[in-house]
Protein backbone atom coordinates (compact mmCIF):
# COMPACT_ATOMS: atom_id res chain seq x y z
CA UNK A 1 0.00 0.00 0.00
CA UNK A 2 1.77 3.31 -0.99
CA UNK A 3 1.62 5.56 1.82
CA UNK A 4 3.50 8.68 0.50
CA UNK A 5 5.07 9.52 -2.24
CA UNK A 6 7.18 13.47 -1.90
CA UNK A 7 10.84 14.71 -3.27
CA UNK A 8 13.99 13.42 -0.93
CA UNK A 9 14.38 16.82 1.08
CA UNK A 10 11.00 16.88 2.31
CA UNK A 11 11.46 13.66 3.99
CA UNK A 12 15.08 14.12 4.68
CA UNK A 13 15.06 17.77 6.20
CA UNK A 14 12.32 16.61 8.92
CA UNK A 15 14.16 13.38 9.76
CA UNK A 16 17.30 15.30 10.17
CA UNK A 17 15.61 17.61 12.85
CA UNK A 18 14.94 14.70 14.93
CA UNK A 19 16.61 12.10 14.83
CA UNK A 20 19.61 13.57 16.97
CA UNK A 21 17.48 12.85 20.08
CA UNK A 22 17.30 9.17 19.17
CA UNK A 23 20.19 6.98 20.65
CA UNK A 24 22.20 4.32 19.52
CA UNK A 25 21.85 1.85 22.09
CA UNK A 26 18.71 1.46 23.71
CA UNK A 27 16.78 -1.04 26.23
CA UNK A 28 13.69 -0.17 24.50
CA UNK A 29 14.21 -0.93 20.53
CA UNK A 30 11.07 1.36 19.40
CA UNK A 31 13.20 4.19 20.91
CA UNK A 32 15.62 3.57 18.01
CA UNK A 33 12.42 3.86 15.41
CA UNK A 34 10.84 7.80 14.13
CA UNK A 35 7.27 8.08 14.09
CA UNK A 36 6.10 9.20 11.05
CA UNK A 37 2.70 10.11 11.22
CA UNK A 38 0.63 11.69 7.93
CA UNK A 39 -2.76 13.45 8.75
CA UNK A 40 -5.21 15.11 6.14
CA UNK A 41 -1.88 17.33 4.41
CA UNK A 42 0.25 17.33 7.38
CA UNK A 43 3.58 14.96 7.90
CA UNK A 44 5.11 15.04 11.18
CA UNK A 45 8.06 13.33 12.48
CA UNK A 46 8.66 12.39 16.04
CA UNK A 47 11.46 11.10 17.82
CA UNK A 48 12.21 10.78 21.72
CA UNK A 49 14.90 9.33 24.40
CA UNK A 50 11.91 9.42 27.02
CA UNK A 51 13.74 12.69 28.67
CA UNK A 52 13.46 15.00 25.29
CA UNK A 53 11.62 14.82 22.46
CA UNK A 54 11.42 16.31 18.92
CA UNK A 55 8.65 16.55 16.53
CA UNK A 56 8.38 18.90 13.02
CA UNK A 57 5.33 19.15 11.36
CA UNK A 58 5.65 19.88 7.67
CA UNK A 59 2.71 20.47 5.11
CA UNK A 60 2.04 17.62 2.34
CA UNK A 61 0.39 17.61 -0.97
CA UNK A 62 0.40 14.20 -1.05
CA UNK A 63 -3.01 13.18 -1.79
CA UNK A 64 -2.48 9.22 -0.04
CA UNK A 65 -4.71 8.44 2.85
CA UNK A 66 -3.66 9.07 6.64
CA UNK A 67 -0.95 6.67 8.35
CA UNK A 68 0.87 6.25 11.26
CA UNK A 69 4.49 4.24 11.27
CA UNK A 70 7.79 3.81 13.26
CA UNK A 71 10.59 2.79 11.57
CA UNK A 72 14.54 3.15 12.18
CA UNK A 73 15.29 6.65 12.30
CA UNK A 74 18.94 6.82 11.67
CA UNK A 75 18.34 3.89 8.63
CA UNK A 76 16.04 6.19 7.38
CA UNK A 77 18.28 9.14 7.25
CA UNK A 78 21.45 7.38 5.97
CA UNK A 79 18.82 6.18 2.96
CA UNK A 80 17.27 9.38 1.64
CA UNK A 81 21.03 10.80 2.32
CA UNK A 82 21.72 8.23 -0.21
CA UNK A 83 19.85 9.66 -3.01
CA UNK A 84 20.22 12.38 -4.52
CA UNK A 85 18.72 15.68 -3.86
CA UNK A 86 16.13 15.63 -6.76
CA UNK A 87 15.13 11.96 -6.18
CA UNK A 88 11.14 11.19 -5.80
CA UNK A 89 10.67 8.66 -2.56
CA UNK A 90 7.98 6.73 -2.19
CA UNK A 91 6.75 4.99 1.02
CA UNK A 92 4.74 1.75 0.51
CA UNK A 93 3.87 -0.21 3.87
CA UNK A 94 3.64 -4.37 3.30
CA UNK A 95 2.86 -6.28 6.17
CA UNK A 96 5.51 -5.69 9.13
CA UNK A 97 7.89 -3.39 6.36
CA UNK A 98 8.63 -0.33 4.92
CA UNK A 99 9.65 -0.48 1.50
CA UNK A 100 11.42 2.89 0.34
CA UNK A 101 11.94 3.24 -3.38
CA UNK A 102 13.44 5.47 -5.66
CA UNK A 103 14.06 4.70 -9.46
CA UNK A 104 15.27 1.18 -9.01
CA UNK A 105 16.86 1.43 -5.63
CA UNK A 106 14.64 -0.58 -3.02
CA UNK A 107 15.13 -0.61 0.70
CA UNK A 108 13.10 -2.60 3.19
CA UNK A 109 12.90 -1.80 6.62
CA UNK A 110 11.58 -3.81 9.63
CA UNK A 111 8.41 -1.42 11.52
CA UNK A 112 7.03 -1.42 14.65
CA UNK A 113 3.60 -0.56 15.86
CA UNK A 114 2.93 3.39 16.12
CA UNK A 115 0.51 2.78 18.96
CA UNK A 116 3.34 1.42 21.24
CA UNK A 117 5.62 4.27 20.60
CA UNK A 118 6.14 6.35 23.45
CA UNK A 119 5.49 10.21 23.84
CA UNK A 120 6.15 12.77 26.46
CA UNK A 121 2.84 14.75 27.12
CA UNK A 122 3.04 18.11 29.06
CA UNK A 123 0.68 18.74 31.71
CA UNK A 124 -1.98 21.52 31.35
CA UNK A 125 -0.53 23.82 33.96
CA UNK A 126 2.27 25.67 33.04
CA UNK A 127 4.41 27.81 35.88
CA UNK A 128 5.66 30.64 33.33
CA UNK A 129 5.30 31.18 29.68
CA UNK A 130 7.71 33.64 27.20
CA UNK A 131 8.79 34.64 24.34
CA UNK A 132 12.07 35.35 22.97
CA UNK A 133 13.76 36.08 19.45
CA UNK A 134 15.98 32.82 18.40
CA UNK A 135 18.71 34.46 17.99
CA UNK A 136 18.55 36.31 21.71
CA UNK A 137 18.76 32.48 23.50
CA UNK A 138 20.90 30.98 20.60
CA UNK A 139 23.63 33.76 21.98
CA UNK A 140 23.01 33.15 25.15
CA UNK A 141 23.46 29.52 25.31
CA UNK A 142 26.55 29.78 23.11
CA UNK A 143 27.71 32.01 25.66
CA UNK A 144 27.93 29.67 28.76
CA UNK A 145 26.87 26.11 27.15
CA UNK A 146 30.77 25.01 27.09
CA UNK A 147 30.89 25.25 30.93
CA UNK A 148 28.51 22.55 31.69
CA UNK A 149 29.69 19.58 33.20
CA UNK A 150 29.77 15.97 31.36
CA UNK A 151 28.89 13.27 33.24
CA UNK A 152 29.65 14.15 36.68
CA UNK A 153 28.39 12.57 39.67
CA UNK A 154 26.57 15.64 40.74
CA UNK A 155 24.05 15.27 38.45
CA UNK A 156 22.85 18.73 38.74
CA UNK A 157 25.97 20.12 37.10
CA UNK A 158 25.49 18.29 33.75
CA UNK A 159 23.19 20.99 32.39
CA UNK A 160 22.49 24.60 32.20
CA UNK A 161 20.23 26.64 34.67
CA UNK A 162 17.64 29.20 33.40
CA UNK A 163 16.92 32.05 35.90
CA UNK A 164 13.51 33.80 35.06
CA UNK A 165 12.92 36.92 36.98
CA UNK A 166 10.79 39.74 36.53
CA UNK A 167 11.98 41.20 32.57
CA UNK A 168 15.20 39.11 33.11
CA UNK A 169 16.44 35.95 31.96
CA UNK A 170 19.70 34.59 32.94
CA UNK A 171 21.81 31.56 31.56
CA UNK A 172 24.80 29.91 33.92
CA UNK A 173 26.74 26.49 34.00
CA UNK A 174 29.46 25.22 35.85
CA UNK A 175 31.54 22.04 36.09
CA UNK A 176 33.20 22.69 39.68
CA UNK A 177 36.50 24.14 37.64
CA UNK A 178 34.50 27.30 35.86
CA UNK A 179 31.19 28.82 35.88
CA UNK A 180 29.92 31.13 32.90
CA UNK A 181 26.94 33.68 33.49
CA UNK A 182 25.22 35.39 30.80
CA UNK A 183 21.68 37.68 30.82
CA UNK A 184 19.41 39.28 28.67
CA UNK A 185 15.64 41.75 29.01
CA UNK A 186 12.72 40.02 27.98
CA UNK A 187 10.24 41.52 26.89
CA UNK A 188 7.20 40.43 28.95
CA UNK A 189 7.82 39.84 32.71
CA UNK A 190 8.34 36.44 34.11
CA UNK A 191 7.14 34.74 37.28
CA UNK A 192 10.95 33.78 39.44
CA UNK A 193 12.01 30.36 38.65
CA UNK A 194 14.97 28.63 38.66
CA UNK A 195 15.19 24.81 36.27
CA UNK A 196 17.98 23.11 34.93
CA UNK A 197 17.87 21.98 31.71
CA UNK A 198 19.93 19.01 30.83
CA UNK A 199 22.65 18.92 28.31
CA UNK A 200 21.49 16.56 26.22
CA UNK A 201 18.24 19.40 25.42
CA UNK A 202 20.47 22.04 25.11
CA UNK A 203 22.95 20.45 22.40
CA UNK A 204 19.45 19.55 20.46
CA UNK A 205 18.26 23.15 21.01
CA UNK A 206 21.47 24.92 19.53
CA UNK A 207 20.76 23.11 16.46
CA UNK A 208 17.15 23.84 16.52
CA UNK A 209 17.63 27.91 17.03
CA UNK A 210 18.50 30.16 14.35
CA UNK A 211 19.88 33.44 14.00
CA UNK A 212 16.47 35.08 13.57
CA UNK A 213 14.69 37.40 15.24
CA UNK A 214 11.39 34.96 15.05
CA UNK A 215 10.56 33.91 18.40
CA UNK A 216 10.81 30.75 19.86
CA UNK A 217 7.66 30.36 22.75
CA UNK A 218 9.78 28.73 25.96
CA UNK A 219 6.89 27.20 28.45
CA UNK A 220 7.78 25.55 31.96
CA UNK A 221 6.15 23.08 33.66
CA UNK A 222 6.82 21.45 37.15
CA UNK A 223 8.96 19.02 35.51
CA UNK A 224 9.34 19.88 32.22
CA UNK A 225 10.38 23.08 29.78
CA UNK A 226 8.69 23.27 26.27
CA UNK A 227 10.40 25.40 23.57
CA UNK A 228 8.01 25.80 20.20
CA UNK A 229 10.07 27.51 17.27
CA UNK A 230 8.24 27.68 14.26
CA UNK A 231 6.80 24.10 13.40
CA UNK A 232 9.38 22.33 15.66
CA UNK A 233 8.80 21.33 19.19
CA UNK A 234 11.18 20.54 21.66
CA UNK A 235 9.82 19.00 25.12
CA UNK A 236 12.62 17.79 27.74
CA UNK A 237 12.32 17.03 31.56
CA UNK A 238 14.43 19.32 33.63
CA UNK A 239 17.28 17.71 36.31
CA UNK A 240 15.57 17.98 39.61
CA UNK A 241 18.39 19.08 41.92
CA UNK A 242 19.98 22.62 43.75
CA UNK A 243 22.35 24.31 41.29
CA UNK A 244 25.09 26.03 43.52
CA UNK A 245 24.85 29.80 44.64
CA UNK A 246 26.57 31.01 41.30
CA UNK A 247 26.82 34.46 43.10
CA UNK A 248 29.10 33.63 46.18
CA UNK A 249 31.16 31.93 43.24
CA UNK A 250 31.42 34.93 41.26
CA UNK A 251 34.34 37.29 43.08
CA UNK A 252 33.28 41.07 43.21
CA UNK A 253 36.75 42.70 45.11
CA UNK A 254 39.64 41.97 43.00
CA UNK A 255 41.61 45.32 42.04
CA UNK A 256 44.00 43.99 39.72
CA UNK A 257 42.26 44.46 36.52
CA UNK A 258 43.43 43.83 32.83
CA UNK A 259 42.36 45.55 29.34
CA UNK A 260 43.06 43.29 26.68
CA UNK A 261 42.08 43.11 22.76
CA UNK A 262 40.15 40.17 22.77
CA UNK A 263 41.67 38.45 19.26
CA UNK A 264 45.82 39.33 19.64
CA UNK A 265 44.94 37.08 22.73
CA UNK A 266 43.07 34.79 21.52
CA UNK A 267 45.77 33.88 18.98
CA UNK A 268 48.52 34.47 21.66
CA UNK A 269 46.71 31.61 23.82
CA UNK A 270 46.21 29.30 20.64
CA UNK A 271 50.07 29.57 19.73
CA UNK A 272 51.24 28.95 23.79
CA UNK A 273 48.95 25.98 23.97
CA UNK A 274 50.45 24.31 20.91
CA UNK A 275 52.89 23.05 23.23
CA UNK A 276 51.06 22.39 26.79
CA UNK A 277 50.99 19.70 28.73
CA UNK A 278 48.42 17.62 26.72
CA UNK A 279 46.60 16.65 29.86
CA UNK A 280 46.73 19.15 32.38
CA UNK A 281 46.38 22.27 29.57
CA UNK A 282 48.37 24.48 31.90
CA UNK A 283 48.87 28.03 31.33
CA UNK A 284 51.24 30.91 33.08
CA UNK A 285 50.15 34.27 32.77
CA UNK A 286 52.89 36.96 33.83
CA UNK A 287 51.41 40.12 34.49
CA UNK A 288 53.62 43.32 34.89
CA UNK A 289 52.94 46.92 33.56
CA UNK A 290 50.88 46.84 30.32
CA UNK A 291 52.01 43.62 29.49
CA UNK A 292 51.41 40.22 29.43
CA UNK A 293 53.52 37.43 29.10
CA UNK A 294 52.14 33.62 28.43
CA UNK A 295 53.79 30.40 28.89
CA UNK A 296 53.03 26.70 28.42
CA UNK A 297 55.34 23.82 29.16
CA UNK A 298 55.27 20.55 28.69
CA UNK A 299 57.06 17.51 29.57
CA UNK A 300 59.92 16.86 27.35
CA UNK A 301 61.01 20.46 28.79
CA UNK A 302 59.95 22.14 25.44
CA UNK A 303 58.25 25.87 26.35
CA UNK A 304 55.88 28.44 23.93
CA UNK A 305 56.52 32.29 24.98
CA UNK A 306 54.40 34.73 23.88
CA UNK A 307 53.94 38.45 25.30
CA UNK A 308 51.09 40.87 23.84
CA UNK A 309 50.50 44.28 25.08
CA UNK A 310 47.66 44.98 27.45
CA UNK A 311 46.24 47.62 29.65
CA UNK A 312 47.45 46.55 33.51
CA UNK A 313 48.94 48.60 36.38
CA UNK A 314 47.71 46.36 38.87
CA UNK A 315 49.96 44.48 41.23
CA UNK A 316 52.90 42.14 39.34
CA UNK A 317 51.49 38.16 39.41
CA UNK A 318 52.17 34.96 38.27
CA UNK A 319 49.09 32.72 37.98
CA UNK A 320 48.14 28.96 36.15
CA UNK A 321 44.83 28.55 34.19
CA UNK A 322 43.65 25.76 32.04
CA UNK A 323 44.33 27.25 28.59
CA UNK A 324 41.22 25.62 26.96
CA UNK A 325 39.00 26.98 30.02
CA UNK A 326 40.39 30.66 28.60
CA UNK A 327 40.14 30.10 24.84
CA UNK A 328 36.63 28.24 25.36
CA UNK A 329 35.13 31.87 26.73
CA UNK A 330 37.58 34.01 23.86
CA UNK A 331 35.95 31.92 21.08
CA UNK A 332 32.62 32.36 22.00
CA UNK A 333 32.40 36.17 22.69
CA UNK A 334 32.04 38.13 19.67
CA UNK A 335 34.07 41.78 21.77
CA UNK A 336 36.81 43.34 20.50
CA UNK A 337 38.00 43.57 23.96
CA UNK A 338 37.64 42.11 27.63
CA UNK A 339 38.27 42.40 30.95
CA UNK A 340 40.16 40.04 33.67
CA UNK A 341 39.86 40.61 36.97
CA UNK A 342 42.33 39.31 39.31
CA UNK A 343 43.02 38.87 43.46
CA UNK A 344 46.23 36.60 44.30
CA UNK A 345 47.94 33.98 42.91
CA UNK A 346 45.07 31.79 44.39
CA UNK A 347 42.25 33.44 43.77
CA UNK A 348 40.07 33.01 40.75
CA UNK A 349 39.95 34.96 37.68
CA UNK A 350 36.77 36.84 36.73
CA UNK A 351 36.33 37.68 32.87
CA UNK A 352 34.03 40.64 31.77
CA UNK A 353 33.26 42.25 28.85
CA UNK A 354 33.64 46.25 29.36
CA UNK A 355 30.04 48.45 29.98
CA UNK A 356 28.16 44.86 30.12
CA UNK A 357 26.99 43.68 33.65
CA UNK A 358 25.59 40.68 31.48
CA UNK A 359 28.64 38.53 31.20
CA UNK A 360 30.45 36.47 34.00
CA UNK A 361 33.30 33.78 33.72
CA UNK A 362 35.28 32.94 36.42
CA UNK A 363 37.83 30.37 36.33
CA UNK A 364 39.53 28.61 39.12
CA UNK A 365 43.63 29.13 39.03
CA UNK A 366 45.55 25.71 38.72
CA UNK A 367 49.06 25.27 40.41
CA UNK A 368 52.18 24.66 37.61
Do not use: W
Request: with cysteine; net charge negative.
Amino acid sequence: MLLLETNRDALLGPLQTVTGVVEKRHTLPILSNVLIEKSHNQLSMLATDLEIQIKIITETNSTEGDFAITVAAKKMVDICRAFNDKAIISLEANDNQLQIKSGKSRFNLQTLPAQDFPTIETSVDADNHIKIAQKTLKNLISMVQYAMAQQDIRYYLNGMLLVLEGNKITVVATDGHRLCLAADTLVESATKQEIIIPRKTILELTKLLGDTEELVTVTIFKNQIRFDIGNIQLISKVIDGKFPDYNRVIPTTHKNILTADRLPLQQALQRAAILSNEKFRGVRLVLSQNELKIVCNNNEQEEAQDEIEVNYDGDPLDIGFNVSYLLDALNHLSTEKINCHFGDASSSMLMTVPDNANYKYVIMPMRI
